[in-house]
């Protein structure tokens, strides 16, 4: 195991010819049609943003991860590519572990106050997800952020966020390579990453 840094990231210049949004304004992008629901796109921190494209590989892990959760956290939801909402963001994470009954996302997505765990598999998103996605799951106070990182074999354990501030973070950054395991929010167990990553023990 080792501990890295934390990348900071600088501040977003927008050009004066963008605008950006709310997330009630988005809903009624979504409630009106201008957005359907298989547009590859998603709310952050304002902006719409187009999702990458998935892979063979991707995909895969997204179902070895939501598996092995559900494995070990039998009383959480755990739903894959779903929507969570923040103040100024509704992205769609890869994996998402909720508390409470399915019943209780019917009329809403889950809220920063619901979430113990967001999880995002990356490969070629992986500075995105690090820094853009990284700053505004930190200021929404999301608790626990695992970038399952397909490049570089590893996993990066973002904790302790600092919430709302001028630079959203994650203090505290920890790697985990293919022969350790990533312990479970919420639980006393860990998952080998192996298993997430799909390697032979």
Known sequence: MSVAPVPTSPPVVRGPALRSFTVDEYHQMILAGILKEDDPVELLEGW????????????AVIDA???ALIARLPDRRVRVQSAITMQDSEPEPDVVVAIGP?????????SPADISLVVEVAES???YDRIEKGRAYARAGIPTYWII???DSAIEVYTAPSG??????YRNKVILRADESVPVTGSELAIPISELLLFDN
């Open 48 to 59: 719409i943003r187009f999702k990458m494209p998935r892979n063979p590989r991707h995909d």
């Open 102 to 110: 399915a019943r209780q996302y019917v009329s809403r997505h889950p």
């Open 149 to 151: 990182n397909l490049r």
């Open 65 to 67: 991860t939501q598996r």
């Open 125 to 127: 998103s992986l500075e």
């Open 164 to 169: 709302p501030q001028d630079v959203p973070e």
